[in-house]
Nanobody
C-alpha cells in the first residue's frame, strides 16, 4: 500500500508559477513510476505528466508541454511538478499517482492516488 499526499496548490494569477509536491509513504519509492493528472469542474480527469521509476523518461500532455516540468527526488520520496506560464485553463484539482507500470500511470489507471490539491488560475 502506498499513501500519496499532494501539497502546493493555491490561487495564482495568469502567467504565474506554482510547484506541486507529492510525498509518498513507501520504502519502495524508487520502483514506482509517478504521474500527475488533473480534473477541472465538469470535465473528466486528464493526464498531465509522468516520470519513469528511474527518472530517465518523462511524458507530457500537449497542453502543458514546454510549460510544466515533472521531476522526482528519490531521497525524499517526492515527485514534483513545476508549472510555469499558468493559464486559466489550468485550473483544476491536481492528483499524483503511482504504479509499477508506466503505461498505467499515463492512462490514469494507477494503483495508487492522492487526494488532490486545488490549483486556481485567476486574476
Amino acid at each position: 500500500q502506498v499513501h500519496l499526499e499532494e501539497s502546493g496548490g493555491g490561487l495564482v494569477q495568469p502567467g504565474g508559477s506554482l510547484r506541486l509536491s507529492c510525498l509518498a509513504s513507501t520504502s519502495a519509492f524508487k520502483s514506482y513510476n509517478l504521474g500527475w493528472h488533473r480534473q477541472a469542474p465538469g470535465k473528466e480527469r486528464e493526464f498531465v505528466a509522468a516520470i519513469s521509476y528511474d527518472g530517465v523518461n518523462t511524458y507530457y500532455a500537449d497542453s502543458v508541454k514546454g510549460r510544466f516540468t515533472i521531476s522526482r527526488d528519490n531521497a525524499r520520496s517526492t515527485v514534483y511538478i513545476q508549472m510555469n506560464e499558468l493559464e486559466p485553463e489550468d485550473t483544476a484539482v491536481y492528483y499524483c499517482s503511482a504504479d509499477s507500470n508506466s503505461a498505467y500511470v499515463i492512462r490514469g489507471t494507477s494503483d495508487y492516488w492522492g487526494q488532490g490539491t486545488q490549483v486556481t488560475v485567476s486574476s
